[in-house]
């Protein structure tokens, strides 16, 4: 179903908030992503109460540590029971590596399903002048993809990436790895913050497994109508007969 690739980024520091949106957007979206913002504030107490609302969670605390830290945070992340975690890439192999260990660890000692270990490659907020800004010389595209490459060595399941990277990141590493991607902005909202943008028929066409949509959908209206109109753009990317 197209909204099972659909992922919701609820991006608040409120407990209650963030349990209303999980309720109302049961069956519109495949699952949920809690971030920096709402662990901070609600810790791994919150992330259960969501949990409870039977949502599956990206739990998206982008870990970048050294190996021993990343592996710590990552067993006890994993034993919350989210279905996808997430390191940044340029954290380098031992620490993926580590990461995977872990999650396995954690999620095995506390008897909950193996969750997927994502690495994220270069923000889609950031752009080449940005790279360039802090000392990294070349493109994106390119920065990305030697990301991805590394993240795959070390056992990671997927990457997350802008969906301008997609294609490339498919033929490069295969059609199992998982490319999971934010930055994703329907015709109708605001671009906001992010710099890497496509629209959701265009990234699911370009090859995207998930597409991570926040403020389009908890800032419009009607989050439900709004998470039901951009499965509805999958749906059309996914439409192999529609000239994809
Ligand atoms: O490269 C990245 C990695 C993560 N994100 C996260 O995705 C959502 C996007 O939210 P929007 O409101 O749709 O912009 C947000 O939680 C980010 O932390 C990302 O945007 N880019």
Redesign the pocket.
């Known amino acids: 179903m197209s909204q099972d690739r659909l992922l919701v980024?609820i991006?608040t520091a409120e407990l209650d908030g963030a349990v209303r949106l999980a309720r109302s957007l049961a069956g519109s979206a495949g699952g949920l992503?809690l971030?920096l913002e709402f662990f901070s504030a609600q810790g791994p107490q919150g992330v259960a109460k969501v949990l409870a609302s039977g949502a599956k969670l990206f739990l998206?605390l982008?870990f970048h540590d050294i190996p021993n830290t990343v592996a710590g945070a990552m067993r006890a992340a994993a034993a919350l029971g989210p279905f996808m975690l997430n390191v940044h890439a340029s954290g380098g192999r031992a620490m993926m590596e580590a990461a995977v260990a872990a999650a396995a660890e954690g999620a095995a000692k506390a008897r909950k399903p193996k969750p997927l270990v994502l690495a994220?490659t270069?923000?889609?907020?950031l752009g080449d002048e940005d790279l360039s800004s802090v000392g990294q010389h070349g493109s994106t595209a390119d920065q990305v993809k030697r990301l991805a490459v590394l993240a795959q060595k070390s056992g990671v399941d997927g990457v997350?990436c802008?969906a301008r990277e997609v294609a490339a990141l498919r033929s490069e590493c295969g059609p199992d790895f998982k490319l999971v991607v934010?930055?994703?902005r329907p015709t109708w909202s605001a671009v906001?913050?992010?710099k890497r943008i496509m629209g959701p028929a265009d990234a699911i066409r370009q090859g995207a497994d998930y597409l991570?949509?926040?403020?389009?959908i908890?800032g419009a209206p009607d989050p439900r109508a709004a998470a039901r109109s951009i499965a509805q753009e999958i749906a059309k990317g996914a439409d192999k007969g529609a000239g994809a």
């Open positions: 980024a991006d992503k971030g998206d982008k994220v270069v923000l889609t907020s997350v802008s934010p930055g994703i906001q913050d992010q991570v949509v926040g403020r389009p908890t």
